[in-house]
Every structure is written in C-alpha cells, then in structure tokens.
C-alpha cells in the first residue's frame, strides 16, 4: 500500500509540481507517541535521550513527514521533538513539501550517534537531542525538543571568540558570509523563515551576539 502511494505521489508531483492534492500525501505527515516499550525510544534511549535525560517521554511526539531532497525527489523524514510544538511541525513541513522547498536530510541525530557535528555537516535536520548549556544545568531547547535545525551545513553557526570567528560545523565556514549568493540559504526572504517565523518561532539568524542561521526555537511559554 505505501509504495502504491508513493508511486501515486511521485506521478502527482511531477505533473503538478509538488502541488498534489493534500489527500495524496496528507497521511504521511503524522506525530505519534514515545513509549518506553516502542522501536524508537530502543534507537534514542543512550543516544539523544541520554541517561542524565530530565524530559519525560510522555512530553516528546515522534514525527513522520515528506520532504523533497536537494535531488527534486520525495523523500521520508523523521524528527522527535517536544509535544508543545508538534502540530506545528507538522504544518510547517506540510506546507514546506507542498512548496517544492527543498531539504537535504531529516534524519534522527541517533543515526549520528547523537554527535551534532556529524549531522550538521552532513547537512541533516534535526530537532532533539538531550543536552545542557554549556557549563549550566539548564536544559537547551534541543534537549527541551524545542527547537529545530534546517539545512545546517549551508546554515551554520557563527560566533566570535577572542577576535577569532568560530563556524558549526567547520565545514559550513564556506557559507558564513552571509552576503554572498547560494543556494538554500536561510534569511528573511526565505519561505522556511516566513513560516516558522508565523507560527511564534524566533530565528537564530536575528540574535546579537551570535547568529546560528540554521536554527529556529520556541519557549516554553509559547
């Protein structure tokens, strides 16, 4: 059944150009639950959600979406991330798919080792993975699953420490110029912006003191 559909889908696309029906596709956007007793929590459990992990299971919704890769193909994404902010996703990656929007990878960061790095420069996107702040005992957005990574190789994050310009990951330094023209680069004229930005998200390419162009997030007030 699901390769009919996909085989379906694909047809569809290519004569409407990602503009299909939604009743075509519309299924393949869903959250579930995590429990302990379930195939997902057995791939995260010592990776992203780590032993220290202070986020219950029942606050984290497993995502299963669409998205068109950098190859103008459908490909499949999963990303777990916090209930809070579930919907949203959803709607947002709906929207992004039916756009023709396109995202490399979306791949859980287990398949990572839970190794940021990695990921990023292998241009994944990705939501949770259990950490603190660096040198506090508050719980980040990513390990909140507040928080979300788009494109990150060609999105990176650029701080300065001690005059010298730092770049995650190292190999997105090609992209931190943020006046030169490329190709999925994030800012304020781009879609993923706009609709992340309309549904309470603030853009880590607007901050201050550091930029990190990948990255969108929500409190937990919102």
Known sequence: ????????????????????????????????????????????????????CTVPLSNLRYLHVLHVGFDGKTHEGEIICNKAI???????????????????????????????????????????????????????????????????????YVKKVKGKTVVEPEAGALYADRTSDFSHKIDENDLAYQLFTEHGFTWGGSWKSVKDYQHFEKTGDD
Request: proline content about 2%; glycine content about 4%.
């Open 86 to 156: 579930a919907d949203d996703l959803l709607e947002i990656f709906e929207e992004l798919y039916e756009a023709g929007y396109e995202i490399e990878k979306i791949k859980l960061v287990d398949e990572y080792d839970a190794d940021d790095e990695a990921s990023m420069t292998d241009n994944n996107t990705s939501c949770f993975n259990f950490r603190f702040i660096s040198h506090t005992k508050k719980v980040s957005n990513h390990g909140l699953g507040m928080a979300i990574d788009i494109n990150p190789l060609y999105n990176p």
């Open 1 to 52: 059944m699901r390769l009919l559909l996909i085989l379906g889908l694909v047809i569809s696309l290519s004569i409407n150009s990602f503009g299909a029906n939604k009743s075509d596709y519309s299924e393949d956007f869903y959250a579930t639950e995590i429990t302990e007793d379930s195939e997902i929590f057995a791939e995260i459990e010592g990776e992203s959600y780590k032993e220290d």
